[in-house]
């Protein structure tokens, strides 16, 4: 039961640096989305997927890029890091939003930005 | 506009309720969630409750919806030290073109002994 696989949990940039954060999942769930979680801001929203081929910017979209190419995969790409992306970003799945669905969430990935 | 709102930090003593509370703006909602973080770790469902409810209790849970004021609570029974951990209360959303799950800003809960 992998349930939802982010990677890598760690990682330090350097200002300008791009890297793509992977998540997939094996529930064949529809919706994914990414979250980033800063101290006493919560969780917000970057970008969301409603399906292959199908995404849509959050709450903080700038900075950040995403596909969706296949239901499994949701990659979230940095195109330039910069130190305000430093957080711990978050992958969900459900299987829809449409009814009682439970949101499940990777592990994380802590990125620092120096 | 879309938010959702808790309070940061609740400290309560071992054996003792706790109730965390969450405001929310979207009367659209359907779904309200509450999720439960420990350290290291990602989200987990704890429980949910569709938005033409007003309580729903499981176990040691109880989640009040007052639909009218936009107000959710969560009350835990007996609380214990295995239940410090931070809580979000969601909301799940659908408009004309899109559908989202929002976050609170989460609630730390830490048990005093």
């Known amino acids: 039961n992998a349930g939802v696989t982010q990677t890598p949990k760690f990682q330090v940039l350097k200002t300008g640096q791009s890297m793509t954060l992977q998540c997939a999942q094996d529930?064949?769930?529809?919706?994914m989305s990414w979250y980033r979680q800063d101290p006493g801001m919560g969780l917000r929203l970057i970008h969301y997927?409603?399906?292959?081929?199908?995404?849509d910017q959050g709450e903080v979209p700038n900075g950040y890029n995403v596909s969706r190419s296949t239901t499994e995969d949701f990659p979230l790409r940095l195109l330039s890091a910069a130190p305000s992306q430093t957080s711990v970003y978050f992958c969900?799945?459900?299987?829809?939003?449409?009814?009682?669905?439970?949101?499940?969430f990777g592990q994380g990935t802590r990125l620092t930005v120096v | 506009g879309e938010d959702v709102e808790q309070s940061l930090f609740l400290s309560v003593r071992e054996g003792d309720s706790s109730v965390i509370n969450c405001t929310y703006t979207?009367?659209?909602?359907?779904?309200l969630y509450w999720y439960k973080q420990e350290p290291g770790a990602g989200l987990q469902l704890l429980t949910y409750i569709f938005s033409n409810m007003d309580m729903k209790q499981d176990q040691r849970l109880t989640v009040l919806l007052n639909k009218k004021d936009k107000h959710l609570s969560l009350r835990i029974a007996d609380t214990q030290t295995g239940d410090s951990a931070i809580y979000f209360c969601?909301?799940?959303?659908?408009?004309?073109?899109?559908?989202?799950?929002?976050f609170g800003s989460g609630t730390r809960l830490s048990i005093r002994p």
């Open positions: 979207d009367s659209s909602s359907t779904y």
């Open positions: 969900a799945s459900s299987y829809s939003l449409t009814g009682n669905t439970e949101a499940f």
């Open positions: 969601a909301e799940s959303m659908r408009n004309s073109s899109a559908s989202k799950i929002i």
């Open positions: 529930m064949n769930h529809e919706y």
């Open positions: 997927s409603v399906g292959a081929g199908i995404t």
